[in-house]
């Protein structure tokens, strides 16, 4: 079971792509596979693959919020994808949730494999479980979610644990990159904006708007000496935020940005992490550092895991809420342990979802 001179192509549309399959294609590589990558301009994507020092190849970009753009750079990026594809002819693909890649592989008879962790978001699923010939899900999430979205059952492979394990499981903090921002170690707080414009997320909240807008200013006004370090999606989240907190722009302590390199390290060492997503709660927790989600309405199973396995996650709604919590959390200080070694003998208790796709293809391909 060689993968020498197997041609391997995978495409990353958005950043937790870029940051989970990382190690699967050093994988891949370490075998002497041949590997294409093909990337989407989304959010902080091609920063987080050239900090990586991963080569690829840049092909379309995010629609944002609007139905009809979404559609038109789905139709573009098919056409830019497909050139490239068809030169390359590989043997398989490897993908998180790319809907052009797998209409593409179908299109031309390419075996495919990926993972999803999302069926909430229904459209994107419709449009790629029918497709794939297999997909690898979170054991938590439960099997039939999948079904219901048109996928069949013995294309499913779950696992014990959650995507995040992927790449934490190698994780080994570096303190030194705490002094890009002029951080101190339990004096900051990372928050992270909501999904606005993914599908899921359309009707919840106006595309540019985030309700760190009115997180922020209590937490500041209560802890002025800590640094806050506001993490956005897009450029019109970042402009609403610097417009409505106009008045705190002049204070050092406040950084909006699109982009924080290394921040699997900022946010091991921060006092508190915030968002109103999912991924950056889910490494700050199984890093042992506390979290609070307050992504709009049911929680997702993988943070049920979470909590349900003594990882410090917390679910709130409301903004009082959540800045009473934040607040009290600060105040008692982090008793989270920076031992990145128990950290990491917890995490490998679960299966690494990357090893099991490397597996799965070198099985399939050999």
Same mark, same amino acid.
């Given at each position: 079971?060689?993968?020498v001179?197997k041609?391997?192509?995978?495409?990353?549309?958005?950043?937790?792509?870029?940051? /989970?399959?990382?190690?699967?294609?050093? /994988?891949?590589?370490?075998?002497?596979? =041949?590997?294409m990558?093909?990337?989407?301009d989304y %959010?902080?994507?091609?920063?987080? *693959? =050239? #900090?990586?020092?991963?080569?690829?190849?840049?092909?379309?970009e995010h629609g944002?919020?609007?139905?009809?753009?979404?559609?038109? $750079?789905?139709?573009?990026?098919l056409?830019?994808? @497909?050139p490239?594809?068809?030169?390359?002819?590989?043997?398989? @693909?490897?993908?998180?949730m790319?809907? =052009?890649g797998?209409?593409?592989?179908?299109?031309?008879?390419?075996?495919?494999i990926?993972?999803?962790?999302e069926?909430r978001?229904?459209?994107?699923?419709?449009?790629?479980?029918p497709?794939? %010939? !297999?997909?690898?899900?979170?054991?938590?999430?439960?099997?039939e979610?999948?079904?219901?979205?048109?996928?069949?059952?013995?294309?499913?492979?779950?696992?014990?644990?959650?995507?995040?394990?992927?790449?934490?499981?190698?994780?080994?903090?570096?303190?030194?990159?705490l002094?890009?921002?002029?951080l101190?170690?339990?004096?900051?707080?990372?928050m992270?904006?909501?999904p606005?414009?993914?599908?899921?997320?359309?009707d919840?909240?106006?595309?540019?708007e $985030? +309700?760190?807008?009115?997180?922020?200013?209590?937490?500041?006004?209560?802890f002025?000496?800590?640094?806050?370090? *506001? +993490?956005?999606?897009?450029?019109?989240?970042?402009? @609403?935020?610097?417009? $409505?907190?106009?008045?705190?722009?002049?204070?050092?302590?406040?950084?909006?940005t699109?982009?924080?390199?290394?921040? %699997?390290?900022?946010?091991?060492?921060?006092?508190?992490?915030?968002s109103?997503?999912?991924?950056?709660?889910?490494?700050?927790s199984?890093?042992?550092?506390?979290?609070?989600?307050?992504?709009?309405?049911?929680?997702?199973?993988?943070?049920?895991? *979470?909590?349900?396995?003594?990882?410090?996650?917390? !679910?709130? #709604?409301g903004?009082?809420?959540? $800045?009473?919590r934040?607040i009290?959390?600060?105040? =008692?200080g982090?008793?989270? #342990?920076?031992?990145?070694?128990?950290?990491?003998?917890?995490i490998?208790?679960y299966?690494n979802?990357?090893?099991?796709?490397f597996?799965?293809v070198?099985?399939? /391909?050999?």
């Amino acid at each position: 079971m060689s993968l020498v001179n197997k041609k391997i192509w995978i495409d990353l549309e958005q950043p937790k792509a870029a940051i /989970m399959l990382n190690s699967l294609i050093k /994988m891949f590589k370490s075998e002497e596979a =041949e590997v294409m990558i093909t990337a989407r301009d989304y %959010d902080s994507t091609y920063k987080l *693959l =050239e #900090e990586k020092n991963i080569e690829f190849t840049k092909v379309g970009e995010h629609g944002g919020s609007k139905l009809e753009t979404k559609l038109q $750079t789905y139709i573009e990026r098919l056409g830019g994808l @497909f050139p490239l594809v068809k030169k390359f002819q590989p043997d398989y @693909f490897v993908t998180f949730m790319s809907i =052009e890649g797998i209409r593409i592989a179908y299109g031309l008879k390419i075996p495919s494999i990926g993972f999803n962790d999302e069926p909430r978001n229904i459209p994107v699923c419709k449009l790629m479980l029918p497709f794939i %010939d !297999h997909v690898i899900t979170p054991q938590c999430i439960p099997k039939e979610w999948y079904i219901q979205l048109c996928a069949e059952a013995r294309k499913i492979t779950q696992y014990n644990g959650i995507d995040e394990i992927a790449w934490l499981s190698e994780f080994t903090p570096n303190p030194k990159k705490l002094k890009s921002f002029d951080l101190e170690k339990n004096k900051y707080v990372i928050m992270r904006s909501e999904p606005s414009s993914a599908c899921y997320f359309l009707d919840r909240l106006k595309p540019n708007e $985030t +309700l760190l807008s009115e997180i922020f200013p209590p937490l500041f006004r209560r802890f002025p000496n800590h640094k806050y370090l *506001l +993490l956005v999606r897009n450029q019109v989240q970042k402009d @609403f935020l610097k417009k $409505t907190l106009k008045k705190y722009q002049d204070k050092p302590n406040l950084i909006i940005t699109q982009y924080l390199p290394h921040l %699997d390290d900022l946010c091991f060492y921060s006092s508190l992490v915030i968002s109103g997503g999912g991924t950056i709660v889910r490494e700050s927790s199984l890093l042992n550092i506390p979290s609070i989600e307050f992504f709009p309405g049911e929680t997702a199973p993988q943070e049920h895991f *979470l909590i349900n396995n003594g990882f410090p996650l917390e !679910h709130i #709604e409301g903004v009082d809420r959540i $800045t009473r919590r934040a607040i009290n959390i600060i105040e =008692e200080g982090s008793n989270a #342990e920076r031992d990145i070694q128990s950290v990491q003998n917890k995490i490998k208790k679960y299966d690494n979802p990357n090893k099991i796709c490397f597996n799965y293809v070198k099985v399939n /391909m050999g």
